[in-house]
């Protein structure tokens, strides 16, 4: 992708994950009253729709320039190019020769390894991508995947918990297009720390709201809409600035020939966290578990505020770089606070 295009291009992976989140949760707001094996077998069944037409997408896509090129077929990656953007403001041998250059500045005798992400300077760069996909599970994402489940056990009835389920997917969906003009003007690593400070606050004062011992029915349910309300805003929120920011910065962090394999490793870190972290996150709120509710927050909270403290020493600040700028910029080991003001000359190529 162009630079400028960048940034939406990989944003756009959250607005799709959004618009499948509505489509789920407009078939279980319909079928939750349904009694039997209908209640579940249908929304199940319904995925059987998605393979289809994404088999046929894919098999109509061109392929990759970056790996047509890493191959030496430079007239296939051209004509790849060129299949990806408008024929008057793109120039596909430019391109492609830009895309040798970056791949001649990481070239190496050897086929890419897992061994070599842990070592010298993609370390710092797998380490990166590693702890912001750790950061999605511990920054609030998961009282947006459990939405439906939270509001529930805030004390709100169930008809009204799925709506809130749905409301909150179609408000993720455009606050991430919301995004594509936050990267426009801001760069990712401030859009991340300033959107993970904000989702630490929030969550603490969800645990706030969640302690206050309401003594009347009607403050009880005060206290229960409160909480609905900060979960609302915080399961939207995430995806405003630290969800769509962490997908740029994941693609733009990796080296060039390594990127499927940090990708790989920064994927499996994800899982490696979130499976302990949704049985933590369902006996926190299951009242056979802590019910602890609203009180979830203190505990993300507290992950989140330490996510936000090693981003704040850790994440550079990857707007408008070129990967061959990226690239000597990790080989020169600039401290991330840096980056912003670090000029890099057009014929630097350590």
Known sequence: MPIQLRAPATQMLQMFWAIGSIIVGAVTYHYNTFEGDVAYRIPIALQWMFPTPLAILIFFAPESPWWLTRKGKFEQ????????GRKET????????????????ELSTKRPNYIELFKGVDLRRTMIVCGVYLAQNLTGNLIANQAVYFFKQAGINTDTAFALGLITSALQMIFVMLSW?????FGRRSIYL??????????????????????TAAA??????AQASLGLIVSVLFTLGPAPASWVIIGETSAI???PLTTGVGRATYYIIEIPCIFLASYMLNPDGA????KCGYVW???GLCCLIVAYFQLPEMKNRSYREIDIMFRRKIPARKWKKTEIDVNDDE
């Open 220 to 225: 009880k349910q005060a206290a229960s809409f």
């Open 90 to 105: 793109v120039n596909p041998e430019e391109s492609v020769a830009m895309m040798r250059r970056v791949i001649d500045l």
């Open 257 to 259: 020939r390594l990127r």
């Open 77 to 84: 990656a051209a004509k790849s190019v060129a299949r990806l």
């Open 181 to 185: 003009i936050l990267t426009t003007y």
């Open 301 to 303: 909270g507290a992950t």
């Open 291 to 294: 019910n602890l509710g609203g």
């Open 194 to 215: 300033w959107g993970s400070a904000a989702n630490t606050i929030l969550l603490i004062a969800l645990g706030i709201a969640a302690s206050t011992g309401p003594s």
